[in-house]
């Protein structure tokens, strides 16, 4: 299946700036000085912060491949590391448990997940970020060497240190070698996840302050609509597996 983002990088281009006019016409209002000063805070977030917390509250399914993308530019990380990660450590489900006790989509210990400040190993968004966030870290420890920042998040620094190099654990050997093949792959998901912050939130986690006022109701259900585009797009997008061309003469479709 194609793993073409050019329409929906297309789309979301265009509902960041929809949204900035959104934040800014609001921001220029006549209201009250509390509520301008709390559109004009919020006219400083970006639009994917937005749809982040939108999605979150109204439980809006997102792409897991979309969380990699996400984590691999906050903690500069190849996004095809990351991916090969999660299909070695769990095949992608946000629910496994390991014999070790490891949890969710990276295979995080809890220790590990609660350094990391993943409050929720099994919310799928959180444990991807600790992950990345975790093999950043070792990445650096390991002046970029990809193969001891993997030995060492699958065996230990310890062992790492102990040993000068990888250890001599057939497990980790074979980790190691399983995620190297995987990076040279299109590795993609193929799963929409929801927040589990979002699940049973529904409409009704909506600041009172926010929807008692015409104009914040329209930003708020604005805000829900650009989201279902987003998945919308997302979803047609995997199911057709359209071609750069064949997206690029849909495009006006979708907007």
């Not at 991807?128 to 966030?133: E, Y």
Request: hydrophobic residues 35%; charged residues 20%.
């Amino acid at each position: 299946m194609a793993n073409n983002y050019s329409a929906y990088e297309t789309l979301y281009n265009y509902m960041s700036g929809l949204w900035g006019q959104i934040q800014y016409t609001s921001g220029s209002g006549t209201k009250s000085s509390s509520i301008s000063s709390g559109r004009q805070a919020a006219a400083s977030q970006s639009f994917s912060d937005t749809f982040k917390n939108t999605s979150q509250r109204l439980g809006v399914p997102v792409s897991m491949d979309s969380i990699f993308e996400e984590a691999a530019q906050l903690y500069n990380v190849p996004a095809a590391l990351l991916k090969a990660m999660g299909k070695a450590e769990s095949g992608f489900n946000a629910d496994a448990v390991s014999s070790a006790g490891a949890q969710g989509v990276m295979q995080l210990m809890p220790a590990t997940a609660k350094a990391l400040g993943v409050d929720d190993p099994f919310d799928a968004r959180s444990n991807i970020m600790g992950g990345a966030k975790y093999i950043a870290e070792k990445l650096r420890d390991y002046d970029g060497d990809i193969e001891l920042a993997l030995a060492a998040y699958n065996a230990g620094s310890g062992n790492v240190r102990k040993y000068g190099g990888v250890p001599p654990f057939t497990e980790t050997q074979n980790y190691i070698k399983r995620i190297m093949e995987y990076m040279g792959m299109d590795l993609t998901t193929g799963k929409t996840v929801t927040d589990k912050a979002g699940t049973d939130a529904g409409t009704s986690n909506v600041d009172v302050d926010v929807i008692s006022d015409n104009m914040e109701l329209t930003e708020v259900m604005t805000q829900y609509f650009l989201a279902k585009m987003q998945l919308q797009l997302q979803d047609k997008m995997n199911t057709l597996g359209l071609s750069v061309s064949e997206e690029e003469k849909e495009n006006n479709a979708f907007l």
